[in-house]
Structures are given as structure tokens and as C-alpha cells.
């Protein structure tokens, strides 16, 4: 399919470079394709850093998605078309792996999943909660409901499908994966995703906090496994209430 | 002012609060939401001399009625209705006295969809994101009204122009709906057969078609080939073509983000008429100038 779209960004440029396509969107907006995901999050990244500097044209979203990221509502026609002509001369810095500063997620995992995940991994199951903590993971974009993040970094011979049977009622704050996502339920909701655990101490999602949204687009994220005797309720350590989520 | 401003009499089909909606928050897939149509909405503000980002009450088809706690003036858009208060017959498009303890009652559109009621003041809730608008895909901002609960009003605007009146001037809405689209980004996931389709061939909005997208009954399109959209941002007025084929306008309160190809974008000054189609109205695309 993609060969045929036109929109393959194989050898469009060297190292460093956005190897995008930029495809209209509308009268105002623009479709940024990139050839991976690191190089969707790294061109993401280089142009909130341009917005912050204020030399990016003035545009009213800036929405990542897996392999894109669109660029919608510029104050003109023009505006898009001439940001469309220089995007893919930009020198793209990669993105940095590190670890530091990540957000810290404590969960416990209890899924309901968490068999079937270890059998699609093909581990025991008191292995899945390892192999999970010890990933970083990325916010590669939101979507789905007002602070759900697709978070990436889970080695691709752990990606799984959806369930074949998606779930009515999925609670707040359970943890899913699929394909190469893992993903924290905001609140509840139909879902069907493979829940591996329960992020009971974590919100994610206040409308009257700033910012309302834990997980942001470009946020890194670390799961922390939480002992079973550690999930009651109240606070996990001592220290003024639970906290929203915890930096070290 | 919050205490003691509109109780719901009647609630309608779908009443809900709407401005100009939160735009700026997709990254966090959060919708933009406000009023479906945002002419109508700012019109009616315009006509009591509120800003244009005052909240006003968006009905669907079936109007609603309020029962005023404080004297209050408002002014009806949108799709042309009955307007009435206190059952004596009132102005549709103008300022409207309403003395405390009337109800004015909105009725059943005549033409059209959705009707705006602004009141002096705006109606006032938590904003969300710095918007009061009732996004029904994520449920941010005050709940749908329900009859017996009771909204606040703002302060009426200290200053209002002396005559600020516009002249509410109403076309019919078009007996078919023509809307213009410009093609992409996804254009290339359809045959050049499906596209042709797309632009010639007639379709109707389905009464499935809700604040979230304007669903459309007629012929599918046909793919160019299998395959699976890897997640993307959708705008406003995106033309997005799920798997079975027959095409989707995403209106206000649409997902941020999705997998189905958008084979093309309804510019947003269209979508207000879009918004005012009943359920079987004959809809064309057409292509969109530059």
C-alpha cells in the first residue's frame, strides 16, 4: 500500500534530515509522513522547540500520530504551502534515549490479560511485570479520550493484537497493551486492549490541574511495579497525599 | 449570579451548552467541540450584545423550554422554530424579554436542526479547558440538560452597544447540501472509481449523524488496496471513510486521532450548514476551490 500512495519516504534524504512527505490537508492544514516512529517523534519534537522559538508559522494543532504529525489551522493557504516547501529541508536532530526525568507510573499488575500476554510472549507470567518495568517507554501521541497515551518502547517481539473481544466496561486506571502500544485508561471505558495491570495512585487525567493531561505527546514514562501488599488504598509512601504521578 | 438563572421545563431530544468550543488541545485528544453551528451560536450573542464566546444552549430538532429565575432577555437562532413565552407567541432572530418565573419555550425546528438560545449574560458553568461546551465524544463540560436542573447566567455585559441589533437575516437551508472538499490527504488509499463515487454519486444523511460526525447513507467507495491506517490526527471537516466504505463528516466533538483514511476535508465555513441537514437530506460533494 504504501509504495502506491505516493507517500513513501525511502531515500528521500540523508541522516538527519526530515525524510517526510508533507500531504495537504484542507485549505490550512498539512499531513507530515515519516518513514518510523522515532523519526514522527523527533520531527514532533523539533517543532514544538521551532514553536517555542517562535519561528514556526503560527498554526493552531500540532497533533502527533504514529507515522504523522498534522498541522492544522494556519492563518492561510500560503502559510501551510510555504512551511510545506522548506519542512523537508530541516535538519532533524534524533531524539536522545534517555531515561532521565522519566515519569514514574507505580502499578500492580493484575490484569486480567496478564496470562494470555505471558502466552503470546511465550513467558511465565510473573516475567511479564519485569520485562514491562524495565522498558522506557515515550508518549508518541493521545487520542481516544482527553489524556490516553500511546506509549511506545516495548521491544517489538512483545507488540500483541487487540483482544478479539473488546471489553464493555474497562476500568480507570487499567494498563493495556497492543500492538506496540501500552496505554493507561484514563476513566472508564469500552476497550480492547489486553490488560496486564491496575495503576492504582495515578491520574491521569484532572481538567482542573495544569496541565490537565499527565501524559503529554514527547513525555517519558516508566512503570513501577507495586508490591500486591502495597495496593491498598491511601498513600504508598509517606508524604502529603498521592501524588498525580512522581518524578524522582 | 450562578444561583437562580435558567430551570430546565422541557429538556428536548439533546440540549446541550456550547461556545466556541477548546480548540488547541487535540495533541491531548481532547476535541474541540462547541457549537455545531457557529454563525447561528454567534449571531444570537451578537443580537443581546455578549461576546461571541458567550455559552448559549444548542437544541437538536426537538427545541427546548426554560423557565427563567431572573429577568432575563434572550435571543433564538439557528434552525427557525415557534418561539414562545409564557405560551404567548415571541420574536424568532430578536431580543426577547423574559420575566423572572416565564418559561420561554423553544419548539420544534421548522427547517433545519439545531437552534441557539443566548441569554444576557451567557449561560454560565465550569469552563473546561477555558470552554463551557458540551463535548459528547469525551463528556467534558456541563451534562446534557435534564428537565428540573437549573443553569447559571452570567453578568449581562455592563456596556451594551446602542443598537447592536443585527438583522437576523435566515436563507432556507438548501433542499440538498452542497459541500465542498478538498481531497486528501488519503485520497490515494481509493480508486480513481471510488473517488468518482464520491464525487458524483448522491448520498443522505443518515439519522445516525450526531455532534461527533455527520454520517452519510449511499454508495461506498472503493479502497485501492487492503491495509490498516496507522493512527493519525484528524481535523475538523475531515471526510474519514471506515471500512465499509460510506463517508463520515467529523463535526465538532470528532476523536482526535484515528485509523480510517480521510479522503478528503470539508472546509469549516461549510460545516455550519452541514450541521443544519435533517436526516435525509440529499447530500453532493463537490471540489473544493483553493
Request: hydrophobic share 40%; with cysteine; glycine share 14%.
Given at each position: 500500500m504504501a509504495g502506491e500512495r505516493g507517500a513513501s519516504p525511502e531515500g528521500r534524504a540523508g541522516r538527519g534530515q526530515a525524510r517526510a512527505a508533507v500531504l495537504p490537508v484542507g485549505r490550512d492544514g498539512l499531513l507530515v509522513e515519516l518513514g518510523t516512529a522515532e523519526e514522527t517523534e523527533a520531527l514532533h519534537a523539533e517543532l514544538l522547540r521551532r514553536r517555542a522559538l517562535g519561528t514556526l508559522p503560527p498554526v493552531a494543532e500540532i497533533v502527533p500520530g504514529a507515522r504523522t504529525v498534522l498541522l492544522d489551522g494556519f492563518p492561510s493557504a500560503d502559510a501551510a504551502r510555504a512551511l510545506a516547501a522548506e519542512l523537508p529541508g530541516w535538519n532533524v536532530p534524533p531524539l536522545t534515549g534517555s531515561a532521565a526525568g522519566a515519569l514514574e507510573i507505580p502499578v500492580r499488575y493484575d490484569g486480567p490479560d496478564l496470562a494470555d500476554v505471558a502466552a503470546l510472549w511465550g513467558v511465565a507470567e510473573d516475567e511479564v511485570p519485569r520485562i514491562h518495568a524495565a522498558a522506557t517507554f515515550r508518549v508518541a501521541f493521545c487520542g481516544f479520550a482527553p489524556g490516553f497515551g500511546y506509549l511506545t518502547g516495548l521491544d517489538e517481539r512483545y507488540h500483541v493484537p487487540r483482544r478479539a473481544d473488546p471489553r464493555t466496561r474497562v476500568p480507570a486506571g487499567a494498563v493495556g497493551l497492543a500492538g506496540p502500544y501500552t496505554g493507561v485508561y484514563p476513566r472508564s471505558?469500552?476497550?480492547?486492549?489486553?490488560?496486564?495491570?491496575?495503576?492504582?495512585?495515578?491520574?491521569?487525567?484532572?481538567?482542573?490541574?495544569?496541565?490537565?493531561?499527565?501524559?503529554?505527546?514527547?513525555?517519558?514514562?516508566?512503570?513501577?511495579?507495586?508490591?500486591?501488599?502495597?495496593?491498598?488504598?491511601?498513600?504508598?509512601?509517606?508524604?502529603?497525599?498521592?501524588?498525580?504521578?512522581r518524578r524522582p | 449570579m450562578r444561583a437562580g438563572g435558567l430551570q430546565t421545563a422541557r429538556a428536548g431530544v439533546l440540549t446541550t451548552v456550547q461556545d466556541l468550543g477548546r480548540a488547541g488541545y487535540a495533541h491531548l485528544g481532547v476535541p474541540r467541540s462547541g457549537a455545531l453551528d457557529a454563525?447561528?451560536?454567534?449571531?444570537?450573542?451578537?443580537?443581546?450584545?455578549?461576546?461571541?464566546?458567550?455559552?448559549?444552549?444548542?437544541?437538536?430538532?426537538?427545541?427546548?423550554?426554560?423557565?427563567?429565575?431572573?429577568?432575563?432577555?434572550?435571543?433564538?437562532?439557528?434552525?427557525?422554530?415557534?418561539?414562545?413565552?409564557?405560551?404567548?407567541?415571541?420574536?424568532?432572530?430578536?431580543?426577547?424579554?423574559?420575566?423572572?418565573?416565564?418559561?420561554?419555550?423553544?419548539?420544534?425546528?421548522?427547517?433545519?436542526?439545531?437552534?441557539?438560545?443566548?441569554?444576557?449574560?451567557?449561560?454560565?458553568?465550569?469552563?473546561?479547558?477555558?470552554?463551557?461546551?458540551?463535548?459528547?465524544?469525551?463528556?467534558?463540560?456541563?451534562?446534557?440538560?435534564?428537565e428540573g436542573g437549573v443553569l447559571g447566567l452570567g453578568a449581562p455585559p455592563a456596556h451594551r452597544p446602542a443598537g447592536c441589533c443585527d438583522a437576523a437575516a435566515w436563507t432556507a437551508p438548501p433542499r440538498e447540501l452542497l459541500l465542498p472538499v478538498v481531497l486528501g490527504p488519503r485520497h490515494d488509499w481509493f480508486t480513481s472509481g471510488g473517488l468518482r463515487t464520491l464525487?458524483?454519486?448522491?448520498?443522505?444523511?443518515?439519522?445516525?449523524s450526531n455532534r461527533i460526525g455527520l454520517r452519510l447513507e449511499g454508495p461506498a467507495l472503493e479502497r485501492a488496496g487492503e491495509g490498516e491506517l496507522a493512527s493519525e490526527g484528524m481535523p475538523l471537516g475531515a471526510v474519514q471513510v471506515p471500512p465499509e466504505g460510506r463517508p463520515v463528516i467529523f463535526l465538532a466533538d470528532h476523536p482526535t486521532t484515528g485509523g480510517y483514511p480521510v479522503v478528503g476535508v470539508v472546509p469549516a465555513e461549510a460545516l455550519d450548514v452541514a450541521a443544519q441537514a435533517p436526516p435525509g437530506t440529499p447530500v453532493r460533494f463537490t471540489p473544493a476551490g483553493a
Open positions: 471505558s469500552p476497550g480492547g486492549w489486553q490488560l496486564i495491570g491496575t495503576a492504582p495512585e495515578t491520574v491521569l487525567w484532572d481538567a482542573d490541574r495544569t496541565p490537565a493531561a499527565l501524559l503529554t505527546p514527547g513525555t517519558r514514562v516508566r512503570f513501577v511495579p507495586l508490591e500486591s501488599d502495597e495496593a491498598q488504598p491511601g498513600p504508598r509512601r509517606a508524604g502529603p497525599g498521592p501524588a498525580p504521578g | 454563525g447561528a451560536h454567534r449571531l444570537a450573542n451578537r443580537l443581546l450584545g455578549n461576546p461571541e464566546t458567550a455559552a448559549t444552549l444548542e437544541t437538536t430538532l426537538t427545541g427546548c423550554a426554560v423557565r427563567a429565575l431572573r429577568p432575563t432577555v434572550a435571543a433564538v437562532t439557528g434552525a427557525p422554530c415557534p418561539v414562545r413565552v409564557d405560551g404567548r407567541p415571541a420574536a424568532w432572530g430578536q431580543p426577547v424579554h423574559v420575566p423572572a418565573g416565564a418559561v420561554l419555550d423553544v419548539g420544534a425546528a421548522t427547517h433545519g436542526v439545531r437552534s441557539y438560545l443566548a441569554f444576557d449574560g451567557g449561560v454560565d458553568a465550569d469552563p473546561v479547558l477555558g470552554s463551557r461546551a458540551t463535548d459528547l465524544l469525551s463528556g467534558l463540560g456541563p451534562a446534557p440538560l435534564r464525487l458524483t454519486c448522491g448520498y443522505r444523511v443518515s439519522a445516525a
